[in-house]
């Protein structure tokens, strides 16, 4: 049984939108499933509406799923502090909220959520606690791929959904007619998102002369000039549908959390990025293909390789050697073509393992449930 208290969010969107991705979800699973009370302060609302169709872009207090959302304006306009601080992804609290913590005279467990990474030292820096200047402590809690971490985002009806959904052809056609999408029966469905990336190219060029159709679903984004670039348009917008040789590609809207969701379940490959979509692909147990946000001095490959040596290691070295090969083509944004020919040799052992892998994770527990658990603990 969860204690119920107080959790206050603090969420910067650096850019795009994993940063408000993870805390909005984290933030409803917490009132949902461990009737937690939670403030998610987020100081970019119009970012925000984007995941949470409905937000008001001025509101400095709404609410959405039971989760109090507060802008986080440069002027802090003060407020007590709650009995579970999360500051994510390194964000700096303001100043006066810190002090507040200090002067309340109650424990108030301050917590750093960190970037995913499944890197080794991660499971040795998770939960570690670290003296401020002022005496409070505040601990590093890392998301992750292991045992020894904070393990991953998942709701705890996620698989059950998702199975449901997956055993269902009618909720699938359902899901796709929403969006005006009929799928050729024995088409191979595929999502993607992506940065700007070359290596979309050469991809779109081997799903064009392959013997079976594809159709591919993009949701607007960054990516999508690529494949503009590479039908020879301008430009593309939601509602566009366009068919070169084997492949169709339709544009979609921007969809909701839980629509991205189902849109993931649906296809048998799925192209995604950064962290949260990375996370739910992962759920929907299908193969992926991760564009990794890039870091200075090109930092993000040690991470991307951590990931694959790890999600690989049951594997055997044939549809291994593929995905990896395919992975690098992918973020080094050349040669894509030919590696996904070999991803297409290992389909049936790739996908046999990524299922696999989806029930591993979820032995390892989730990140909001072992959040609960850390403070109850800490208590
Ligand atoms: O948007 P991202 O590139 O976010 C990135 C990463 O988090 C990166 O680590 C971080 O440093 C950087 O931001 C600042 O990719 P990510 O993490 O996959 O977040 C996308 C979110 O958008 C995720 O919650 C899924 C959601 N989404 C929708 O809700 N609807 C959609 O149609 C799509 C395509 C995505």
């Known amino acids: ?4 208290a107080s959790w206050d969010i603090f969420c ?3 850019d795009n939108y994993g940063d408000i991705g993870v805390t909005w979800r984290l933030a409803r699973q917490l009132v949902a499933e461990h009737g937690q009370c939670v403030r998610l302060w987020v100081d970019d609302l119009a970012t925000f509406a984007r995941l949470c169709p409905g937000t008001s872009a001025t509101a400095g207090q709404q609410w959405h799923e039971g989760v109090e959302v507060r802008h986080w304006s440069p002027e802090w306009s003060g407020a007590e502090p709650a009995d579970i601080v999360i500051e994510a992804f390194a964000c700096q609290l303001p100043a006066a909220y810190i002090e507040a913590m200090e002067a309340s005279g109650r424990r108030i467990l301050w917590l750093n959520l960190e970037y995913l990474s499944a890197e080794d030292w991660v499971v040795g820096c998770h939960a570690l606690p670290s003296m401020q200047p002022n005496g409070l402590q505040k601990y590093f809690f890392f998301p992750g791929f292991e045992q020894g971490t904070g393990g991953l985002i ?3 009806d996620l698989l059950a959904r998702r199975e449901a959904f997956q055993n269902d052809s009618t909720l699938r056609e359902a899901f796709l007619h929403g969006f005006d999408l009929n799928v050729q029966p024995g088409a191979r469905l595929l999502s993607l998102f992506a940065y700007e990336n070359p290596a979309v190219a050469g991809w779109l060029d081997a799903l064009t002369a392959d013997r079976r159709s594809s159709h591919l679903l993009v949701p607007e984004g960054r990516v999508l000039a690529d494949v503009a670039h590479w039908l020879g348009l301008e430009q593309l917008s939601a ?9 169709q590609i339709d ?3 921007f969809m909701t959390q839980n629509q991205y969701d189902m849109l993931l379940w649906c296809c048998d490959f799925n192209a995604v990025r950064g962290e949260e979509s990375f996370i739910r692909a992962q759920w929907a147990g299908r193969p992926l293909v991760w564009h990794i946000y890039p870091q200075e001095e090109d930092a993000h490959w040690d991470k991307l390789n951590a990931f694959l ?5 049951d ?3 044939g549809p291994a050697g593929a995905l990896r090969n395919f992975w690098y ?7 894509s073509a030919a590696a996904w020919s070999s991803i297409l040799e290992h389909e049936a052992e790739l996908n046999a393992h990524a299922e696999r892998w989806t029930h591993k994770q979820v032995a390892n527990g989730d990140l909001a449930g072992k959040l609960v658990f850390f403070y109850t603990d800490w208590l």
Do not use: I, T
């Not at 509602?239 to 492949?247: E, F, K, N, P, Q």
């Not at 040596?309 to 290691?313: G, V």
């Open 329 to 335: 083509a992918w973020n080094a944004g050349e040669g």
């Open 154 to 156: 998942r709701e705890g």
């Open 12 to 14: 910067v969107v650096v």
């Open 239 to 247: 509602g566009d549908r366009h068919v070169r040789g084997a492949l």
């Open 309 to 313: 040596d790890l999600y690989l290691r």
């Open 315 to 317: 594997l055997a070295p």
């Open 1 to 4: 049984m969860s204690v119920k």
């Open 251 to 253: 544009v979609l809207p």
